[in-house]
């Protein structure tokens, strides 16, 4: 008897996604986005119940050259969700601000130098997403970082001992007709909506940036939201064949019909034309890099159709599933640059 694993590749090559990219005119290519936009959002699904913001302020930490504040704000229904706040000391709204996203571990704490009790951390090892929030305040970003749903203080309470809630969250939300993925996206687009709501950052400028599975918010987020003006995409750009379904990974990744919809470089390419440089280490296990050049090649396309391949950047280095900063640190002042601020006569 046969096992099933020709079974899977038989049902990968029998589906033709509906709408990969396979414009040849600038036109073509509108007409493609629109559509292709259109359906992901519905299979992302919108939680219900959007709230009032109704920002509340938890605490405030002097760190020296920036403010760390913690906030919470309402999102969906009766859902509240606990941010970092990062304000440079000598803070200039030009600079833009970032929304920062973390991946699989114990959530925001992780990205701004905090252990999961809260203690700073010591040492050497800034683990796989390298503090990149303080790395992004240091270079005078306005620095948001939201606690996705199922981790830190958003695990449920029978999870208050494990690393994530990411399970049993999907599997419910899936029953219900919704996704994981959709909730963590759209509510990091409230975080778009605090940002503007605080008028201290140009609003052509915010951003963000994410890993692994804070890499798919990002990259999502940035898809069906122009006002997110540039992304990095670190440790998630690849093929859903080569990584989501060939290698082991959360059930937070998992969306339905989306494999009938687009492959991944599809999606990704929905940011175009506004700026994106993805991540991807030589040795990552989880997203092969034979499939991120893959992916590359593909948005390359997508970029030089719609007239902005220079903005498509591409930081290949020597790692594994981790953060590289050695473009992205920098790379939003390098698109934002200082511009002239014409003030009224009195």
Not at 220 to 248: C, K, P
Not at 310 to 326: N, P, V
Request: hydrophobic share 40%.
């Amino acid at each position: 008897m046969r096992n099933p694993d020709h079974y899977l590749q038989h049902l990968y090559d029998s589906v033709k996604p509906a709408e990969g990219f396979e414009a040849r005119t600038p036109e073509e290519w509108q007409a493609w986005r629109a559509r292709l936009k259109e359906q992901f959002v519905r299979l992302l699904g919108v939680p219900e119940g959007r709230q009032e913001l109704a920002p509340v302020l938890l605490e405030s930490v002097d760190c020296g050259s920036y403010t760390r504040e913690r906030i919470a704000i309402s999102t969906f229904g009766p859902l509240t969700m606990p941010a970092y706040v990062l304000i440079p000391k000598t803070y200039d709204r030009e600079r833009g601000a970032v929304i920062a996203i973390h991946g699989h571990g114990y959530g925001s704490r992780d990205l701004v130098g905090l252990n999961p009790d809260g203690s700073e951390k010591t040492g050497d090892d800034p683990g796989y997403q390298r503090n990149f929030a303080l790395e992004l305040v240091r270079r005078g970003h306005l620095t948001i970082v939201p606690e996705l749903l199922g981790f830190g203080d958003r695990r449920l309470a029978e999870d208050a001992e494990k690393g994530d809630s990411c399970y049993r969250l999907s599997t419910n939300l899936l029953m219900m007709g919704q996704t994981m993925a959709g909730h963590r996206v759209f509510e990091t687009l409230r975080c778009v909506d605090y940002v503007l709501s605080r008028g201290d950052a140009a609003p052509d400028r915010i951003g963000c940036m994410g890993i692994s599975g804070g890499g798919l918010v990002s990259a999502f987020a940035a898809a069906i939201d122009e006002r997110l003006a540039a992304a990095v995409v670190s440790g998630y750009a690849n093929t859903f064949q080569a990584s989501i379904l060939s290698v082991h990974h959360c059930i937070d990744n998992f969306i339905p019909g989306l494999s009938q919809l687009a492959e991944l470089p599809d999606l990704l390419g929905l940011i175009a034309p506004r700026p994106l440089l993805i991540e991807a280490g030589t040795e990552d296990p989880i997203f092969p890099v034979a499939a991120a050049d893959e992916a590359h090649d593909k948005l390359r396309a997508i970029y030089r159709q719609s007239n902005a391949e220079t903005l498509l950047a591409y930081d290949r280095f020597e790692g594994d599933h981790q953060i590289s900063g050695k473009l992205a640190f920098d790379w939003f002042a390098g698109i934002w640059p200082t511009r002239e601020v014409q003030h009224e006569r009195a």
